[in-house]
């Protein structure tokens, strides 16, 4: 399975905007790029995803590099809400893709 | 719509008994998802269904775990004997299908076994 490199933790001030990075210089063509986020104790939420062009939606901006080595999870305005463990996972784009997560970006918001 | 629904939400055993966890996903997903969270190795894929079928059990630790899908509405995963290494935060998620499709995770059992 192609693996994706995050940081460990990153903090952010509230308001602020945050920028999470990936790095997957082994992705392949058909790998589509997710992003999924924890926040404490509850079960993992989806947050966005995009193969090769950026994507935007109510919750985040993903940025994908023009090689797709690596993205950039943005959110714009970072809330209290906001702190969890960000994951990015590849994802295989045939017919029964796996979704594998990683470690994740602990991300804490300082208000 | 109701989401992923998991039962029990936490389970507490004794080493050596069996353990059943539910699992109903939400109505039209076709894949469903079972994994398993500790501290020391995060979140594993442990099988993953897809129109009822297995198609990845790669992840099942030992043949004391078994999965099975008997219809679209409901999975279960069960571990028998149980050990106090199999103490987890054990997640169902379920999606449409395709590899496009977003997971949707239900809460969790908490399962700890002494």
């Known amino acids: 399975d192609a693996k994706t490199t995050q940081p460990n933790s990153m903090e952010s001030n509230e308001e602020e905007p945050v920028h999470l990075p990936c790095n997957h210089s082994?992705?392949?063509?058909?790998?589509?790029i997710h992003w999924y986020r924890q926040l404490p104790s509850q079960g993992p939420e989806y947050v966005i995803h995009g193969l090769t062009s950026n994507v935007n939606n109510r919750m985040a901006s993903l940025a994908i590099a023009e090689d797709r080595k690596s993205s950039t999870l943005i959110l714009h305005r970072a809330t209290l809400r906001d702190a969890a463990v960000y994951y990015c996972i590849l994802r295989y784009g045939g017919s029964q893709g796996n979704l594998i997560f990683g470690k994740g970006t602990k991300l804490s918001v300082k208000p | 719509d109701a989401g992923v629904i998991q039962s029990p939400r936490h389970e507490v055993t004794e080493m050596g008994q069996e353990v059943t966890l539910r699992c109903k996903p939400i109505?039209?997903?076709?894949?469903l998802f079972w994994y398993r969270q500790t501290m020391m190795r995060g979140l594993e894929l442990l099988i993953y269904f897809n129109n009822n079928v297995p198609i990845d059990d790669s992840g099942m630790p030992e043949d004391r775990f078994s999965a099975k899908m008997p219809n679209a509405s409901f999975s279960t995963l069960k571990i028998q004997p149980s050990e106090p290494r199999d103490s987890a935060v054990y997640f169902c998620a379920s999606s449409k299908g395709s590899t496009n499709e977003k997971l949707f995770f239900g809460s969790g059992t908490q399962l700890s076994v002494l």
């Open positions: 109505s039209g997903h076709n894949s």
């Open positions: 082994t992705i392949s063509g058909t790998d589509y």
